[in-house]
């Protein structure tokens, strides 16, 4: 099934999820140094992934925008997922990515993160917008720093002392 694309960077392409994405999302959460900071477990089977697709593409219909498969432009490769994703406990939306182990240190989280809440900015008139993480995840508040967020506050995230960090539209770059 072909899924609508939502941007394209010089490197990927970013589209909604489909149903059929499920076993590529099975592979990527199910290594530990990718869900290491994520508070995420590794999926006990294909069900649960189905399950977590199922739930992101429900998000599109409810606000519009939510976690897109981010791929490869040259080979169309899946390589992970970027997105905004609202809470509605907090009325906030967040910037989140997670990549294959084997495309980190590439610059793709940053790349696609920026497409991303450049669509939220643009797209969506979002005016604010937040990253999360676990303060011993130092890659992802090296993107958070490459994408011009400036840090909030400390916090716990599931009991996990964590960071967030911030941007507003008319400070973005």
């Not at 939502?6 to 140094?33: C, G, K, M, Q, W």
């Not at 990718?34 to 649960?48: P, Q, W």
């Not at 989140?96 to 643009?122: H, M, N, P, Q, V």
């Not at 840090?151 to 964590?162: G, R, V, W």
Request: negative net charge; aromatic residues 14%.
């Amino acid at each position: 099934m072909n899924a609508p694309i939502i941007l394209e960077t010089e490197r990927l392409i970013i589209r909604e999820h489909v149903l059929s994405d499920a076993p590529f999302f099975f592979i990527l959460n199910s290594n530990y140094n990718v869900v290491k900071y994520t508070g995420d477990v590794s999926f006990n089977n294909l069900e649960e992934a189905e399950s977590i697709v199922s739930y992101v593409i429900n998000q599109y219909k409810e606000n519009g925008y939510g976690r897109w498969l981010v791929a490869l432009k040259e080979t169309n490769k899946p390589i992970g997922w970027c997105g905004l994703k609202y809470h509605t406990d907090t009325k906030e939306t967040d910037i989140g990515y997670r990549l294959l182990e084997s495309y980190w240190g590439k610059g793709y989280a940053t790349e696609s993160a920026k497409a991303c809440i450049d669509y939220g900015f643009e797209h969506f008139n979002l005016n604010h917008i937040i990253g999360n993480a676990m303060k011993e995840n130092i890659a992802s508040i090296n993107v958070f720093k490459k994408l011009g967020m400036t840090y909030l506050n400390e916090t716990l995230i599931d009991n996990i002392p964590s960071v967030i960090y911030e941007v507003f539209k008319e400070n973005y770059k």
